[in-house]
């Protein structure tokens, strides 16, 4: 069954360094998510992304946050300079075309900034 | 601003009772609606997604949604200690899925 992957499992990280996790979406779905829960907390939308552009953002997607889909393949999340708050769990959730609206969310990557 | 409120809980139940989850929503345009389940420290895995006013049974697991009321519900008959997680609704509207801050289950041997 196809699956969206990310990488790395767990990242550690000091404070002020910049950081890329990466995502695999599943290869014919063509609308990309990042989700941030910070331990103990909920599920919190950051950024959609379609057609090679950003759809929507929430306010924690400030300009310490990017996204890129740099080939055919991979979608990933930069962080520019990481904050102790942005430690936490990031989920890569990917959509085909159907209205249903049905996520695909991938393992997680847990960000650890120390 | 969208919000999606759940029952904070913990909600406790007895194996083989019936758990029931609630959860209301804000915004009238949202179009799809799903229950995530989450054990720490892992990804949302998908228990139900429903789409029309009414109920749909998936096997012990029964959702309802009453769009008037902007409430969903998710019914776990014959609870097992294995359904012990937190439990996650979920509101899809305008291309964006809002999660609610999700209800802790544990059911007791």
């Known amino acids: 069954e196809p699956e969206v992957t990310q990488t790395p499992s767990h990242q550690v990280t000091q404070m002020g360094q910049e950081v890329i996790l990466r995502c695999v979406p599943i290869?014919?779905?063509?609308?990309f998510y990042w989700y941030r829960q910070i331990l103990g907390q909920k599920v919190e939308f950051l950024v959609s992304?379609?057609?090679?552009?950003?759809?929507?953002k929430s306010e924690i997607f400030d300009d310490q946050f990017s996204v890129e889909r740099p080939d055919g393949s991979n979608f990933t999340l930069k962080i520019r300079s990481t904050k102790l708050e942005d430690s936490a769990m990031y989920f890569c959730?990917?959509?085909?075309?159907?209205?249903?609206?049905?996520?695909?969310f991938g393992e997680g990557s847990r960000l650890t900034v120390l | 601003q969208k919000e999606v409120e759940q029952n904070s809980g913990p909600l406790s139940v007895p194996e083989g009772a019936i758990a029931s989850l609630n959860c209301t929503y804000s915004?009238?345009?949202?179009?799809?609606f799903f229950w995530y389940r989450q054990y720490s420290g892992k990804s949302p895995e998908l228990i139900m997604s429903?789409?029309?006013?009414g109920d749909k049974e998936d096997g012990r697991f029964t959702a309802q949604l009453n769009k008037a009321s902007q409430y969903v519900s998710l019914l776990i008959r014959d609870s097992q200690p294995s359904d012990s997680a937190t439990y996650l609704c979920?509101?899809?509207?305008?291309?964006?899925?809002?999660f609610g801050a999700g209800t802790r289950l544990t059911v007791k041997p």
């Open positions: 959730a990917s959509r085909g075309l159907d209205r249903s609206g049905e996520l695909f």
């Open positions: 290869s014919n779905h063509l609308y």
């Open positions: 992304f379609y057609n090679n552009e950003i759809s929507e």
């Open positions: 915004d009238r345009v949202s179009q799809s």
């Open positions: 429903i789409y029309s006013n």
């Open positions: 979920a509101v899809f509207a305008a291309g964006i899925m809002r």
